[in-house]
Nanobody
Framework: QVKLVESGGDSVQAGGSLTLSCVVS?????MAWFRQVPGKEREGVAG???????HYAYAAKGRFTISQDKAKNTLYLQMNSLKPEDTAMYYC?????????????????????WGQGTQVTVSS
């Protein structure tokens, strides 16, 4: 059983930065950040596995950084140079089966645990 609790969402201006946090209870082999806007499918942003491999969606490359602090059982998403199109509900996700993100982070249906989400709003 894995429990995920996100925080850090906020309203910021374009060009600003935010760091999302996800406190993890339990063990997961792969973890990821997804985002979703109303009427659209949940899309992957970034993923990380237990070996430290990372994978970024095209929209996140060069602006976002996923990391984990195992001592604090916390997953982070550092987001820089935010754009209005980054506005979404951001979700932390975990998979407790053996996995890797070295060839991709997989789709939302591959993760079996989810947090409640944290809202990020970027204004122009």
């Amino acid at each position: 059983q894995v429990k995920l609790v996100e925080s850090g969402g906020d309203s910021v201006q374009a060009g600003g930065s935010l760091t999302l946090s996800c406190v993890v209870s339990g063990h997961a082999y792969c973890m990821a950040w997804f985002r979703q806007v109303p009427g659209k499918e949940r899309e992957g942003v970034a993923g990380i596995d237990s070996d430290g491999n990372t994978h970024y969606a095209y929209a996140a490359k060069g602006r976002f950084t996923i990391s984990q602090d195992k001592a604090k059982n916390t997953l982070y998403l550092q987001m820089n140079s935010l754009k209005p199109e980054d506005t979404a509900m951001y979700y932390c996700a975990a998979l407790d089966l053996s996995c890797t993100v070295s060839s991709g982070m997989g789709g939302a249906n591959e993760y079996n645990y989810w947090g409640q989400g944290t809202q990020v709003t970027v204004s122009s």
